[in-house]
């Protein structure tokens, strides 16, 4: 069983930078390729960004591409996002994804059920 463990949400300004962290226990780090998803009030939980297991690839969905960043340190079991430029419309509980798999496209890494495991969230605001 993998545990997750999201930090790092809170209130930022419109234009302001955010660093999400998630911790993961339970299982060797490096065998999770890891995700992050949002869900904003009132919609339907997205995909944000996914790095693999060795952190050489790394996807964004296009609301956060160019904007966001998503690193992992396999030596501290973690994995970040940070978020630029931020825009009210990233208001949204962030949830950490992890995926014991090997999945390398667009059309599996922004699925809910490709991850195996999940966080419990927490909570971005961007105010205006």
């Known amino acids: 069983q993998v545990q997750l463990v999201e930090s790092g949400g809170g209130l930022v300004q419109a234009g302001g930078s955010l660093t999400l962290s998630c911790a993961a226990s339970?299982?060797?780090?490096?065998?999770?390729?890891m995700g992050w998803f949002r869900q904003a009030p009132g919609k339907e939980r997205e995909f944000v960004a996914r790095?693999?297991?060795?952190?050489?690839?790394?996807y964004y969905a296009d609301s956060v591409k160019g904007r966001s960043t998503i690193s992992r340190d396999n030596a501290k079991n973690t994995v970040y996002l940070q978020m630029n430029s931020l825009k009210p419309e990233d208001t949204a509980v962030y949830y950490c994804?992890?995926?014991?798999?090997?999945?390398?496209?667009?059309?599996?890494?922004?699925?809910?059920?490709?991850?195996?495991?999940w966080g419990q969230g927490t909570q971005a605001t961007v105010s205006s």
């Open positions: 339970g299982r060797t780090f490096s065998s999770l390729a």
């Open positions: 790095i693999s297991k060795n952190g050489a690839l790394t």
């Open positions: 994804a992890a995926d014991l798999g090997f999945c390398t496209n667009y059309g599996c890494t922004g699925r809910e059920s490709t991850y195996d495991y």
